[in-house]
């Protein structure tokens, strides 16, 4: 099975390329993000916790997201395979994944990462946040924050995935079909190899 993650920024096009990625090769999409907006939307007690940190730009605590994406692989059938997105953001939770996915005999494939300029990114988080309703993409600070978290606590997983010769680059700038052209043609290198 493939074991994708997609990489990158706030404001990468990470959803938007995973839930396309997703379509093509058959593959199950998770986003953290998406599954802690779910649990805000439903008012659980998870959610309501979650808000606090998604308010201010930060991470929510790691047990918290781990415990959470347990429950999805955990009820995962038979598929392609996942593609995560927004997840893992730090060391530990790359570390959790490791031995939830050994427990099931499956490892992750790869990792790519979306490369876009920073000026570029908070440009599309500013428009995001005109249609999005998300609050964490109408306010500036908070959009920095985000920006300035993914540096100190996200960017470190390059290195340890680098170190398994598990880390892919791919241009994230350009028309969403441009940026899904590039990430098909290497996710079927990828898929070859695997
Ligand atoms: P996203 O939709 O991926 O941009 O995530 C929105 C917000 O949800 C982030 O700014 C964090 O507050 C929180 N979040 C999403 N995924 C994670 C994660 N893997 N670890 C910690 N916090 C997360």
Do not use: C
Request: aromatic share 4%.
């Amino acid at each position: 099975m493939l074991h994708l993650i997609l990489f990158g920024p706030p404001g990468a096009g990470k959803g938007t390329q995973a839930q396309l990625l997703g379509t093509q090769f058959g593959l199950i999409h998770i986003s953290t993000g998406d599954l802690l907006r779910s649990e805000l939307a439903n008012r659980t007690e998870l959610g309501l916790e979650a808000k606090r940190f998604m308010d201010r730009g930060e991470l929510v605590p790691d047990e918290t997201v781990i415990s959470m994406i347990m429950n999805r692989i955990h009820q995962m059938s038979e598929t392609g395979g996942v593609i995560y997105d927004g997840f893992p953001r730090t060391i530990p939770q790359a570390e959790a994944l490791d031995r939830i996915l050994k427990s099931e005999h499956e490892k992750i494939s790869a990792l790519i990462s979306l490369e876009v300029p920073h000026n570029e990114l908070v440009k599309r988080l500013m428009l995001r946040g005109e249609t999005s309703g998300r609050s964490d993409d109408r306010n500036i600070s908070v959009i920095e924050n985000r920006i300035k978290v993914y540096q100190e606590k996200t960017k470190p997983l390059i290195d340890y995935y680098n170190q398994q010769q598990k880390y892919h680059t791919v241009d994230g700038t350009g028309t969403i079909e441009q940026i899904s052209q590039r990430l098909t043609n290497l996710v079927k290198k990828i898929k070859n190899q695997n």
